[in-house]
């Protein structure tokens, strides 16, 4: 595990927006029948420690408005890959505590930042206990579905991401990330598949390298 001593969150969420990795979209949840309840924070918890694995393809709509497709792969406890359509070849990867970010313009190399310091960490999780998380700053309805935010409260300049779940049959399907200046990169599913084998080696931070530093 490569280990960044000085985390910086801001530039974080830059490179975030930059790479087109994390977000959230409103317009799906329009196309979902209403649902009528706030879902509690103890019954997100038991979806999210109820996931083992799951799969999506996604649509990303990035703060300058520029747009993105690709897959995402969840393996929980704590791995999860973004992997960008071409001619985007951005990659992310979250394994052993430490989220790995590829830079198409890049060397090959990683910039790494650790899992739990990110809001990500929270929910990939072994054990997700949402009611007591310091992370958790909100948790409302908003007629469509039920929004639960994520942020260090210590550090609110470090941006904010919040996840979109709409019942009764829990699902997740959209998350945000607003950065310190109110600038949101948006993020949806198509259809999150629960269960399911996942290749192991699409976890594979040092396989990533190695093929990305041959083929520059």
Known sequence: MIWV?????????????KLSIVATITSILFSTPAFADKLSLAQLSEYLNKMTTAQSRFHQTNADGSKDTGDIYIQRPGRIRFEYDPPNSALVLAVSNTL????PKGDGMPQNYPLDKTPLGLVLAKRVDLENARMVVG???????TILSVQDPDHPERGRMDFY???PEIDLRQWALFNESGERTIFVLDDLQLGGKIRSSLFNVSLEIMQR????
């Open 139 to 145: 948790h409302h309805y908003d007629g469509t579905a």
């Open 165 to 167: 779940f709409t019942g």
């Open 213 to 216: 530093t041959q083929r520059d």
């Open 5 to 17: 001593p000085s985390f910086d969150w801001v530039d974080y969420v830059d490179v975030m927006n």
């Open 100 to 103: 790995s970010v590829f830079d």
